[in-house]
């Protein structure tokens, strides 16, 4: 049974170019989040989408965050133009309505450095 | 400002002792809460969760407490074992319908000495 699956695993570009992080979730999962991960502020929600639909983006930290879910199995989330302030490690979640809806499912992260 | 804290970045613990993590929260309008386990180079993977209706709940060796009068809950772990050497977050959420939203601690590193 395949997990979330997040690509790349790793990315290293230099400021001020865009990065495009993607997100698979699970099959059948209609919540899908994206999360930062720092040392400073541990994990932090950036937006999440329930059915297709973004309902809580009050975590994008500025306009140069954005993300789409054009489909049920597929999400994005972009930064244009990149900081080095934005080195981090990105998770994607998912999980379905219901008793254990509390339960997220992560993928395995992006690593992301901005030289 | 940070709703869910977890004050100690790390903790060291024997192999075979109990090792109790710590997480308080601020918002009283939380009311589910759950801990994950985080391995290096992978994503969070939940451990257990709570509900305040109830202030104890055991999984194997795990169990966590919940002092809602506090705003304060506890992860223990009898006993430990090497393989549990991990980072362990601390979320909570309003249990809302339809509200899926969790609130992340900070993490603390669990090392267990063998």
Known sequence: ?115 | DQQVKQNSPSLSVQEGRISILNCDYTNSMFDYFLWYKKYPAEGPTFLISISSIKDKNEDGRFTVFLNKSAKHLSLHIVPSQPGDSAVYFCAASESNFGNEKLTFGTGTRLTIIP
């Open chain 1, 1 to 115: 049974d395949a997990g979330v699956i997040q690509s790349p695993r790793h990315e290293v570009t230099e400021m001020g170019q865009e990065v495009t992080l993607r997100c698979k979730p699970i099959s059948g999962h209609d919540y899908l989040f994206w999360y930062r991960q720092t040392m400073m502020r541990g994990l932090e929600l950036l937006i999440y989408f329930n059915n297709n639909v973004p309902i809580d983006d009050s975590g994008m930290p500025e306009d140069r965050f954005s993300a789409k879910m054009p489909n049920a199995s597929f999400s994005t989330l972009k930064i244009q133009p990149s900081e080095p302030r934005d080195s981090a490690v990105y998770f994607c979640a998912s999980s379905s309505a219901g008793l254990s809806s509390y339960e997220q499912y992560f993928g395995p992260g992006t690593r992301l450095t901005v030289t």
